[in-house]
C-alpha cells in the first residue's frame, strides 16, 4: 500500500534526521508519527550496520517502538546528556521555535531536548508557520491538584484553557507522568519566549508545549523533497 503525501513526507525528513546519528550515540527518541518513523529507520540502521546506539525514549510510546525495533533502551539519568534528540512538532515557526505537546509527551521531550548537545526536528511542510500560536493552541502540562486554579490563572491571561478528554477511556488524558493536559489558545503569539516564562510561574504548571530555541535543525518534508533549516 501506497502512503499519502503527507506520510511519505513524514518519513523522507524522518530518515534524512538519522544521518546525524553516528556509531556510540546516545539518542533522544522523540514521540508522536513522525518521530516514530525516525525510531523505525535508527532500528535498520542499527542491524545493518552493526552500530552501538542507546537511545533514551521520551514517552511509552517511543519505549515500545524501540522494544519492537530492537534498539537499546537506557535513562537520562545514565546517560544526561544524549548526543542527538529526533522528535515531531505541531507547529514551527522561521526562527525554529515550536509549539509540541499534541501527542501529550511534550513534559519528558523537553527534559531531553534541553539536556541534549543536538536537537533535530522532523516534520511535514504543513507545520511550517509564519508565526505560532495561529489556529494551534498551546498544550500545558499540569498536575492534577492544580487544575481548577490553573484554568482559572489561564482565563485570567485572556486564553481560553480545556482539559483534553481521553478518546478511548471517560475523563481526562493522564500523561505518562500522571498529570493532565490543557490545551489553551492566545492566538497569534509575537513573544513566544515571553509568553513560556509567564506560563511557566504558574505553580501547578510542570511543562509547556513552547519550545524556544531549542531546534538546531528542522528537516520539513514536502511532496517531493525534504527541505532543511538550521539555527
Ligand atoms: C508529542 C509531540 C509530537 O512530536 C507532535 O505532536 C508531533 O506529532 P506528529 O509527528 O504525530 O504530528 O510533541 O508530544
Known sequence: ???DWRENAKKMAAVHATKHIADGYTVGLGSGTTAAYAIQELGKRIREKKLQIHGIPTSNQSFLLAVEYKIPTTSL????RPDVTIDGADQVDEELNMI???GGALAR???VAFASKMNVTVVDETKMTKNLGVNQPIPIEVLPFA???TIKTLRELDSNPVLREAKRKLGPVITDNGNFIIDTSFGQIDKPKELNQTLKAIPGIVETGLFVGMANIVYIG???TVKKLER
Open 100 to 102: 509540541k505537546g499534541i
Open 77 to 80: 539519568n545514565e546517560h544526561p
Open 1 to 3: 500500500m501506497s502512503l
Open 222 to 224: 514536502g511532496r517531493e
Open 109 to 111: 521531550e523537553k527534559i
Open 147 to 149: 487544575l481548577s486554579t
